[in-house]
């Protein structure tokens, strides 16, 4: 699976944005489609995941009530709706796919997608 980030841009504080995360290839039920992010001299951080046969969806504390992850299964693409963006937020998103089930750790992913730069202005 190839899995294709877009969407990241340059928006104000407290404005929105929506990640797309569009796959190529067949996503098994026990699948896991996560969000991942990595700000500037910052490690990798878990923002979001979605088990893609169910749809469960799992955040990280200091997006929860701001992001919502989806899943589109006839278009295999994954979202996230970013809104009321802080300037914390800025850091390059990435979509990554668990092929055996829910972690949030990024060693865990198997395949992974190029990276969508997001910057919040204050």
């Known amino acids: 699976v190839q899995l294709q980030a877009s969407g990241g841009g340059l928006v104000q504080a407290g404005g929105s944005l929506r990640l797309s995360c569009a796959a190529s290839g067949r996503i098994f039920s026990s699948s896991v489609m996560g969000w991942f992010r990595q700000a500037p001299g910052k490690e990798r951080e878990f923002v979001a995941a979605?088990?893609?046969?169910?749809?469960?969806?799992y955040y990280a504390d200091s997006v929860k009530g701001r992001f919502t992850i989806s899943r589109d299964k006839a278009e295999n693409t994954v979202y996230l709706q970013m809104n009321s963006l802080k300037p914390e937020d800025t850091a390059v998103y990435y979509c990554?796919?668990?092929?055996?089930?829910?972690?949030?750790?990024?060693?865990?992913?198997?395949?992974w997608g190029k990276g969508t730069l997001v910057t919040v202005s204050s």
């Open positions: 979605i088990r893609w046969g169910v749809g469960n969806t």
């Open positions: 990554a796919r668990d092929r055996h089930g829910l972690s949030f750790s990024g060693n865990d992913y198997d395949d």
